[in-house]
């Protein structure tokens, strides 16, 4: 029987081999927008996103839509991180609109603390590229949504 830690050193090192191979498969990317009104979920995003890319990518950060608007306005960014709600009252599905609008249109993943099949489905179909449970954000998670983001724009896996 193997002990705990042996299976966390062992779910830790599949964790980076998941990594090492969804990040291989991703275009080099080198801007990136945050939209999340939390400071501790943003910075958890930017950190997430340096931990893939390396500390020479730019991650912007808005809090609110019209900081995000602003942003896309003055240069477009290679993807968007987009958390699902917004105070006071947008959600995603409002929101991305409003980014087609200003000429984004790049992908944009949503991060979702009220994911079901339901929510998945619809912010989907309001153009998201893909969508992430906001309790499971990590670097393995991100990777993966990007793979699936960029799945035809890179090589496939070997």
Same mark, same amino acid.
């Given at each position: 029987?193997?002990?705990?830690?042996q299976?966390?050193?062992?779910?830790?090192?599949?964790?980076?081999?998941? !990594? /090492?191979?969804?990040?291989?498969?991703?275009?080099p990317?080198?801007?990136?927008?945050?939209?999340?009104?939390?400071?501790?979920?943003?910075?958890?995003?930017?950190?997430?996103?340096? !931990?893939?890319?390396g500390?020479?990518?730019?991650?912007?950060?808005?809090?609110?839509l019209?900081s995000?608007?602003?942003?896309?306005?003055?240069?477009?960014?290679e993807?968007?991180i987009?958390?699902?709600?917004?105070?006071?009252?947008? /959600?995603?599905?409002?929101t991305i609109?409003? !980014?087609?609008r200003?000429?984004?249109?790049?992908?944009?993943?949503?991060?979702?603390?009220?994911?079901?099949?339901?929510?998945?489905?619809?912010l !989907? /179909?309001?153009?998201?590229?893909?969508?992430?449970?906001?309790?499971?954000?990590?670097?393995?998670?991100?990777?993966?949504?990007?793979?699936?983001?960029?799945?035809?724009? /890179?090589?496939?896996?070997?």
């Amino acid at each position: 029987m193997s002990s705990p830690m042996q299976g966390s050193g062992r779910d830790f090192l599949a964790k980076k081999s998941d !990594l /090492t191979k969804y990040r291989k498969n991703l275009p080099p990317l080198q801007d990136f927008l945050v939209v999340d009104d939390n400071t501790y979920d943003g910075e958890r995003l930017r950190a997430t996103l340096h !931990l893939m890319f390396g500390y020479e990518i730019n991650v912007r950060r808005a809090k609110t839509l019209g900081s995000a608007l602003d942003q896309v306005i003055e240069k477009k960014p290679e993807l968007i991180i987009l958390d699902d709600i917004l105070p006071p009252s947008d /959600t995603a599905t409002t929101t991305i609109p409003f !980014l087609r609008r200003c000429g984004y249109e790049g992908p944009i993943v949503v991060v979702s603390s009220e994911l079901n099949m339901y929510r998945r489905a619809e912010l !989907l /179909t309001a153009g998201a590229a893909d969508v992430v449970h906001k309790d499971d954000v990590d670097s393995v998670r991100i990777a993966e949504a990007l793979s699936r983001v960029f799945k035809d724009l /890179t090589p496939a896996a070997e």
